[in-house]
């Protein structure tokens, strides 16, 4: 009882240090709705909404990429130390249907999580990244991680990926996920209550995280995807109607915490090794 009663404790001040200002849901809807139909207007979207949460200047930039007519396109919201979480989500789509769940989903919550993150100082620089052309053979981050200098790279902490979010819950990719950062989302679990459930893509798919794995840089990746949300993908059926307001507003909360907490716990954290006997 007396542990059960620190634990609380622990998770209670923990809670409160988490910090960030959570972009309202009516908000995080309208941003959804501007999902286009090509990518170049997807693009220029994308670049309206990191503008509007204020990331201009230098700190928005569009990083070509070799082969792709389309930009990778970059925010920095610079911390104390230059050491970097990256935070990922392509936003090219399909032919077919609106791409608002692949992965509009996740682009537009770059800017929703730049704006919920800037609202107090961060220890780490936070770079947040549409990716172009994931849809043709993750183009944008093979490009963009492989295109790094040596020093730059190791200056990547860690790598969050997001993809195809809102249709329920949000799940992990648990068996492309670093153990360490899966940890920490228990713990993050654990203090705000929120459930993350672990549930493996790599039979269906790959993302934008494998080229980050690909250089042992700590990956996690975060998706909405299950046997029955699964068929929407790359459908007409990948429209607005395919997402859950309510449940793309707590991956919104979830993910704006995640980040504070790795931000706060970000050394420790990698410090800590965890084995996990399923992933
Ligand atoms: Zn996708």
């Known amino acids: ?15 409160e240090k988490i ?10 809807k309208q941003r959804l709705e501007l999902a286009a139909k090509d990518n170049a207007s997807r693009l220029r979207t994308l670049e309206l909404l990191f503008e509007h949460t204020g990331c201009k200047g230098p700190n928005l ?14 925010c920095t919201l610079p911390g104390e130390s230059p050491n970097t979480i ?6 090219d789509k399909v032919r077919a249907g609106m791409g608002v769940v692949d992965n509009w989903s996740g682009a537009s919550m770059l ?9 107090v100082p961060r220890k780490h620089t936070l770079v947040f990244i549409g990716f172009t052309d994931e849809e043709k053979g993750l183009a944008g981050s093979r490009y963009f991680v492989a295109k790094q200098k040596k020093e730059d790279l190791a200056r990547i902490k860690a790598a969050i990926n997001i993809d195809s979010i809102g249709m329920g819950t949000a799940n992990v990719w648990s068996k492309r996920s670093d153990s360490r950062l899966l940890a920490l989302l228990e713990v993050l679990n654990g203090a705000l209550k929120f459930d993350v459930p672990w549930i493996n893509v790599d039979k269906v798919g790959d993302s934008d995280s494998h080229p980050f794995a690909g250089k042992k840089i700590p990956v996690i990746d975060f998706h909405s995807l299950t046997t029955e949300t699964l068929p929407a993908l790359h459908t007409p059926r990948d429209t607005i109607d395919a997402i859950s307001l309510d449940h793309y507003e707590v991956t919104h909360r ?4 995640y980040l504070a907490l790795l931000d706060l716990r970000l050394e420790v954290t990698l410090a800590t090794p965890v084995q996990y006997e399923n992933k």
């Open 111 to 119: 800017a929703n999580l730049h704006e919920a993150l800037s609202s």
């Open 1 to 15: 009882m007396r542990i059960l009663v620190a634990l609380l404790a622990v998770g209670l001040a923990l809670a």
């Open 86 to 91: 990256l935070v990922g989500a392509h936003y």
């Open 61 to 74: 930039q569009p990083l070509p990429v070799k082969g792709s007519k389309l930009p990778n396109l970059a």
């Open 254 to 257: 979830m993910l704006s915490a």
């Open 19 to 28: 910090q960030y200002r959570p972009v309202p849901k009516e908000v995080l």
